[in-house]
């Protein structure tokens, strides 16, 4: 039975993870979770969140203590080196978890498909090791606690969006014949999280993806406009010498939607497109600085 205040506990308040843990408090849950580093986290610390620290080689301290009483678990952290932290290190304990789960997964565990669409029952095949990560990942999250899985495209959304690298001169426009993706707002990952702890569905799948899949090389355009700044000169991949995780990036040639958040969570985006997003994030800034 819930709790008069319900409590949730994030492992990962990264970018995602405090956006929705702030959006959670306003609706009156508590929140709990973890960090690498608490010293980010004291403004949230002092408005009541329990902070604790977590990493691949540090577990919690006391993870019955952190765990104690809680309604819902989402984690955040990616699958690492093929495998998945939170279950390695807690899994004997949330084994026996019987609230709300979820795990924030991506869409590059759908294969490269530029023609169709990959919904929530396109089978994986991903083309990456990151993509085969995710996928083993999500299947232990199903298999251990029965989670839903938010299959998430390329997030951005304020301080992480094409104007800071147009502005900071580390902007870049990539070109591969056919490469296309999704993105989804920060705002709209976090409403779809909150809908479906809201409207439960044990073992559901959620891709969260705008209705707008375009190359990289659209969004940068678009934005350099947007303020009046020249947009870099498009490289190949060959010429832009990527890490091997930023090429993975790169490569994918996917169009994802979804047959679950407008038909069965009733949400509508607030950014359905990347030109939305975009302006809205223009706007608040000025709004800030005025």
């Known amino acids: 039975m819930m709790q008069s205040k319900p409590v949730i506990f994030i492992f990962g308040l990264g970018y995602v993870g405090v956006r929705l843990g702030h959006m959670l408090a306003e609706q009156g849950w508590h929140v709990k979770g973890t960090t690498r580093d608490p010293a980010k986290l004291s403004r949230q610390a002092a408005a009541g969140w329990g902070i604790f620290p977590f990493s691949t080689d540090r577990p919690l301290v006391d993870p019955k203590a952190a ?20 279950l390695d290190a807690h899994g004997d304990l949330l084994v026996d ?13 759908y294969p490269d498909q530029p023609d169709d669409f990959c919904y929530e029952d396109t089978p994986p095949a991903p083309a990456t090791e990151r993509g085969k990560a995710r996928v083993i990942a ?31 001169g580390t902007a870049r426009i990539i070109t591969r014949e056919g ?24 073992g559901r799948i959620i891709n969260l993806a705008d209705n ?9 355009r678009y934005a350099a406009k947007l303020i009046n ?12 010498n990527l890490s091997p995780m930023a090429r993975s990036f790169y490569v994918s040639r996917r169009k994802v939607g979804s047959r679950v958040i407008k038909p069965e969570l009733g949400i509508d985006l607030l950014y359905p497109d990347y030109e939305s997003g975009l302006r809205a994030i223009l706007n608040a800034e000025q709004t800030d600085d005025s």
């Open 97 to 109: 978890f019987n609230g709300w789960s979820g795990y924030v997964s991506a869409t590059s565990v």
């Open 67 to 86: 765990l104690k009483d809680v309604d819902a678990v989402l984690t955040t952290i990616t699958a690492i080196g093929g495998t998945d932290p939170v």
């Open 179 to 202: 490469q296309v993706f999704n993105r989804i707002h920060l705002d709209d990952i976090c409403r779809i999280i909150i809908a479906a702890i809201k409207q439960p569905r044990p």
């Open 229 to 240: 700044l020249a947009p870099p000169e498009p490289q190949t991949l060959e010429q832009a």
């Open 212 to 220: 707008k899949p375009a190359p990289q090389g659209d969004v940068v």
């Open 138 to 168: 999500e299947q232990r999250w199903q298999d251990m606690l029965n989670s839903e899985i938010f299959r998430v495209a390329g997030i951005y959304g304020p301080g992480r969006s094409p104007f800071d690298g147009l502005r900071n």
